[in-house]
């Protein structure tokens, strides 16, 4: 259920130190403020291209972002998936670094407010001295 950036997610980052990641959603991606910067987002997988070197993921405000993987994926993604990753220069797209997979069948799921998430993410956004996230 979860890579931790090898193999299919790419990037291993051991030996980094702790790297501040933002949570957006695909609005705050495609204004271009997060461009190069480290970002994590949660959201639908809606369609991975038949080679597995990308994938489409349905934002939590409902915008569509190209996901794109260093290694093609080794494992079906279906259902929600936290993306990892630097965030690109143009259009929607986050160069992936690791995902967390959580599928259609984890518990959490069945009860996951994608709406409600995706307010957080806008108040993070409004006030981020008060949400500070860090990867690791």
Request: charged share 20%.
């Amino acid at each position: 259920m979860n890579n931790n950036g090898m193999g299919a997610g790419g990037g291993d980052r051991s030996g980094v130190g702790p790297v501040a990641v933002a949570r957006i959603n695909g609005q705050m991606l495609e204004s271009g403020s997060y461009a190069r910067m480290h970002v994590s987002m949660i959201g639908k997988v809606e369609k991975v291209s038949p080679d597995g070197r990308f994938f489409r993921l349905l934002a939590p405000d409902n915008k569509t972002v190209v996901v794109r993987m260093k290694e093609p994926l080794t494992e079906a993604l279906d259902g929600i998936v936290e993306v990892e990753g630097v965030a690109g220069t143009k259009n929607a797209e986050i160069d992936c670094h690791q995902y967390t997979l959580f599928g259609t069948n984890h518990p959490a799921m069945n009860k996951f407010d994608m709406a409600a998430f995706n307010e957080a993410i806008q108040m993070s956004g409004q006030y981020p001295q008060l949400y500070e996230t860090s990867g690791g």
